[in-house]
Each structure stands twice: as structure tokens, then as C-alpha cells.
């Protein structure tokens, strides 16, 4: 059959998707389509049935509930800390050979242990039970980014993580207080080594460009002056450790405020700015809207923030029962970063893969969790829209549903490879290699080449002509609102197999066997297109 990739180009999706200048409706009305589009910038994603609880509570009680924390609805992952003590004197106790061996040891039990905890992660978000926490993790771990290529340590970085999710909704001024202190960021920007001696300047510029004031609202006086007020914050085996001895306690101005400043006192100076509160308010509008704020907007949203003294979860309140967060410039403008296609992808399919398939998915589409391509996160927008990306989602999208192979995606397996390069070996011995590489792809969690999930079923119960279980189709599929050539495309495609199938009036559900591969072929090419990329 014909593929719909070649019905429209990625520019010309593109270019009628971003963000155009309209007003807002006056008022917010609740239906399915602004449902959808919380559930998208509030969590990952929403199958049917979420949608339509959703329209049952109204716009209050879901944003509500979506606030809502009460402790953890599951046990707190447990990461395990390398054993105290001097690890080098140790060391040096071994001979080359086994020092060699038992730091390769580590290193396979520290990333064992990070491989771990992110499929606990991204096994969250596709679970959806406390999403907008996940989401806010996610937005801080791009925020106050750290990366386990300089850290080197999957305790410390888990930490910080847990740090993340325990403040995701509370006070940005708690989480500002924690994230100074916590030994992943001490360690990524090299606060660790600070002396009063040789203050090191990486984490106090990041601290004023990038977490709080943001370009322009500081000089480079301030930025020597934060260095000093910080020299002795270190860490030592994973946990905060202030340095008396390597701390500068002389009179400092930051900002025009002088004094001994301590690190506190710093984080309060930069909190009494108007320009970080700008700048807060800033970053999480540009998240979850996708597009910069206008500056009337900024300051009402700033002002809230200041009022409410740093409330994550009063300003995301306002936001999400803002007619204007539900306005046409803004919905379905936002292109999915390669999480939230996946996350998303399979939870509006009702799936639930391993989440290590969508860990490694996400790192070939320019995500990698743990390790932000630079201290200012992943870039995001556009930068996830090119060609070969939306190529590849589309291969993701068809081992979801069972259409194209790990294998495909992924490569031949070390263990495929080994079976093919044996071949010449007598039969029994074949056999047993295979017999290894099946197990080998079980083991790194292959998906079933036939997923349970049944289309045909689930949407031919609200869908009796062609014309309908088009729209149900797309419907279930696509954050957008469904667009109507799109769905006569899939309907004509619908119309062709009925005649060649000669079904007649018979409905869909009366033949699995055709129905069922059809909808995931067609599922498969409507998951690659440029609209399924939008939010």
C-alpha cells in the first residue's frame, strides 16, 4: 500500500504548526482537545479512558488532582553509595592487574545501577501516576543540569534526581538551597574544589545565568564575588561537606548588598531580584508552552511567583486554568522532545514497553537522560526536528506496534552476529548459539513482535463507518486536533482494503485478521508524520 510519508513535507508541517500571534478565547471552556493538551504538557501523554475522566472531573479538579502530593504512591527508588573510607589507599594496595579489574568492576556495577534507576524513571512516566511530578523532574534535570560524564558517580546523580522529585511542586527557594549543596552539582561545576585560596568561578556564573538572573542582570564583579561566598562547599563520599578552612569569609558586595556573605546568604540576595523571579517564570513558560512569553505576560507570571514566595505548584496552578495556556497560539505547537514521543506514543496506545527500549530510543533520537549535552540542557524546539530524527521515530513508532523489528532499529545483536559467524559449526552446536542469542534479547527486554494491544477492538466500539474509525484512529493517536485531509487519506485507505478484502457492509470487527495488521500499518505511518511529532 502507498505510505502517507510522502503526503506532506516536514517544512511545510512545520511552518504551519509554529507559533502564530492570535488571541485568546475569553474564557475556558472544557472539551477533549484542551483534556488532551494538559494531560500533554502536564504529564506524557493519555489513552482515552484518562481523557475522558479527565472531562468528567472539569478543568478544576483535574489540575487539582494533577498537583496533588502526598508522599509516594510507590517506594522511592534505593541507590546504593560506594563504601566510605579512602577507596585510593585501597586501590593501592592491589596490583596493577587487579586494580585494573576490580575499577572495571565498579565502573559496570556504577552504570548497572544508573541503567537501573532511569528505567525506574522512565517506568514512571509511562505508569502515569504522579506525571506532573515526573514532568517537573524531567524540566529540573534540564534546569540545574548535571551529567554523569563529569560526575562519574550514579549515587550522587540519583541524588540529586530525588532531590528533584521531592521538591518538583514545592518552593523554588527550598530546591535552590538543596541544589547548592547537593555533591553532583558541587562536582559537575567544580565547586568541590573551591578555595579561598583559587575560587572557582563555574558554579557561580552558572548559578546567575542560568538558574536565577539570567543574562544581563549581573557583571563579572558579581560572579568573582558568588566564587568567593562559596569556596568550602565540597562534598566527600556523596554528601554535602562545608570546609571551614577553605571558605573566604571576608567582606563581599553581590549586587550592591556587602557583607561576610556566606552561600545562603548569596542564594536570598539573588531570590530578592526581580530578574530571577522574570526569569523562572520565563524558563517554565517557555517549557510548557513552547514558545517564548510575551513580556506583559512574563511580569503577571514573575508577580505571581514573587507573591507566592517561589510556589512551584501555585504558579503551574494559574497556568493550567489560564484560557490563554489553552489558546490556539499555543496548543499544538510545541514538537515533542524524543521522550515524550515515546512516553507518550506508547502510553496513548495503552503499552507498556520496557523502559529500557525507550532509554536507548531516546538517546538515538539526541536524548540521553544523565547526560544533557552541555550545562544548558538540550536545546529543544527545532533542534529535535530534522529529517533523520523524524525518520527514526517512525521506526520506534513500528516496534511499538510490532511492525519493524528491535533488530531493525537497533542493529544485529553481538549475540545474532556470533550465530551467523558459527554456521559452519555442527548442528547441535548451532543450535545452542541460538538458543543463547534468543535468550539474550529476552534478557535485554526485546519487545514481542506482536504487542498486546488490540486496535481493532478498542476502536471499533466507537467506530462504525470507515469515516469514523479514521478519526477514532487518528484521534487516539495524535496530540493535535485530528486534521480532516489527513483523515480522508486514512479512510480512503480504508475504503481500498474493504473493496480488495470485499468485505461488503461488514463491519471491521468482524475480521480481526484484516482489521488488526491494517490499523497498525496504518497507526505505524501515522506516528511517522510530522503532525505526531506536536503537542
Not at 524540566?139 to 540545574?144: L, P
Not at 571558605?247 to 549586587?255: A, E, P, S
Not at 541460538?434 to 476502536?459: I, S
Request: proline share 4%.
Amino acid at each position: 500500500m502507498e505510505s502517507m510519508l510522502g503526503t506532506c513535507t516536514i517544512a511545510l508541517v512545520l511552518a504551519s504548526v509554529l507559533p502564530a500571534a492570535q488571541e485568546a478565547p475569553p474564557a475556558l471552556a472544557w472539551d477533549a482537545a484542551r483534556a488532551e493538551h494538559l494531560w500533554n504538557r502536564a504529564g506524557f501523554g493519555a489513552n482515552s479512558a484518562t481523557l475522558e475522566r479527565a472531562l468528567a472531573l472539569g478543568p478544576e479538579a483535574q489540575v487539582a488532582e494533577l498537583l496533588r502530593v502526598e508522599g509516594w504512591l510507590e517506594e522511592p527508588f534505593y541507590a546504593r553509595k560506594r563504601a566510605d573510607g579512602d577507596l585510593g589507599k585501597y586501590m593501592r594496595t592491589l596490583s596493577a592487574e587487579e586494580r585494573d579489574k576490580r575499577m572495571d568492576e565498579l565502573r559496570q556495577d556504577d552504570n548497572g545501577q544508573a541503567d537501573d534507576f532511569l528505567a525506574w524513571w522512565v517506568g514512571r512516566m509511562l505508569a502515569g501516576d504522579e506525571p506532573l511530578r515526573e514532568r517537573m523532574a524531567l524540566f529540573w534535570h534540564g534546569h540545574f543540569t548535571s551529567s554523569m560524564e563529569v560526575v562519574k558517580s550514579s549515587y550522587e546523580m540519583i541524588q540529586q534526581n530525588q532531590l528533584f522529585r521531592r521538591h518538583a511542586l514545592g518552593s523554588f527557594r527550598e530546591l535552590l538551597h538543596g541544589v547548592a549543596r547537593d555533591p553532583a552539582m558541587l562536582v559537575y561545576l567544580d565547586n568541590a574544589s573551591s578555595k579561598k585560596s583559587h575560587p572557582n568561578e563555574n558554579f557561580a556564573r552558572e548559578l546567575l545565568e542560568l538558574y536565577t538572573l539570567g543574562e544581563g542582570n549581573y557583571r563579572e564583579e558579581d560572579v568573582r564575588e558568588v566564587a568567593r561566598a562559596f569556596t568550602g562547599w565540597g562534598q566527600v563520599n556523596g554528601r554535602f561537606h562545608f570546609d571551614e578552612k577553605r571558605h573566604d569569609d571576608g567582606t563581599k558586595r553581590v549586587l550592591g548588598v556587602a557583607g561576610r556573605l556566606d552561600g545562603d546568604d548569596v542564594l536570598e540576595i539573588l531570590l530578592r531580584q526581580a530578574a530571577c523571579a522574570r526569569h523562572l517564570a520565563g524558563a517554565l513558560l517557555a517549557h510548557f508552552e513552547g514558545l517564548e512569553p510575551e513580556p506583559e505576560r512574563l511580569e503577571r507570571y514573575a508577580a505571581e511567583l514573587r507573591g507566592s514566595g517561589y510556589r512551584i505548584d501555585s504558579f503551574l496552578r494559574r497556568l493550567f486554568l489560564d484560557p490563554e495556556f489553552y489558546s490556539e497560539r499555543v496548543c499544538s505547537r510545541r514538537i515533542s522532545s524524543p521522550l515524550d514521543y515515546l512516553v507518550g506514543s506508547a502510553r496513548r496506545l495503552g503499552m507498556a514497553p520496557d523502559p529500557q527500549v525507550l532509554l536507548k530510543g531516546a538517546k538515538l533520537l539526541g536524548q540521553e537522560l544523565f547526560f544533557p549535552p552541555s550545562v544548558r540542557g538540550w536545546e529543544g524546539g527545532l533542534a529535535w526536528a530534522t529529517g533523520a530524527s523524524l525518520i527514526l521515530r517512525g521506526q520506534f513508532a513500528g516496534l511499538l506496534l510490532g511492525q519493524v523489528s528491535r533488530r531493525e532499529v537497533f542493529g544485529e545483536s553481538r549475540a545474532a552476529r556470533a550465530v551467523v559467524d558459527e554456521e559452519a559449526e555442527p548442528m547441535a552446536e548451532a543450535e545452542s548459539a541460538r538458543r543463547k542469542a534468543r535468550a539474550a534479547e529476552k534478557e535485554r527486554g526485546k519487545l514481542d513482535r506482536y504487542p498486546r494491544v488490540n486496535l481493532t477492538q478498542r476502536l471499533c466500539r466507537r467506530a462504525t463507518s470507515d469515516g469514523e474509525l479514521a478519526h477514532a484512529l487518528l484521534d487516539e493517536l495524535l496530540a493535535i486536533p485530528v486534521p480532516e485531509a489527513l483523515a480522508a487519506e486514512v479512510e480512503e485507505r480504508l475504503g481500498s482494503a474493504r473493496a480488495q478484502h470485499e468485505l461488503g457492509a461488514d463491519p471491521w470487527s468482524a475480521r480481526p485478521e484484516i482489521a488488526e495488521p491494517l490499523l497498525r500499518e496504518l497507526a505505524h505511518e501515522i506516528l511517522a508524520l510530522p503532525e505526531a511529532q506536536l503537542e
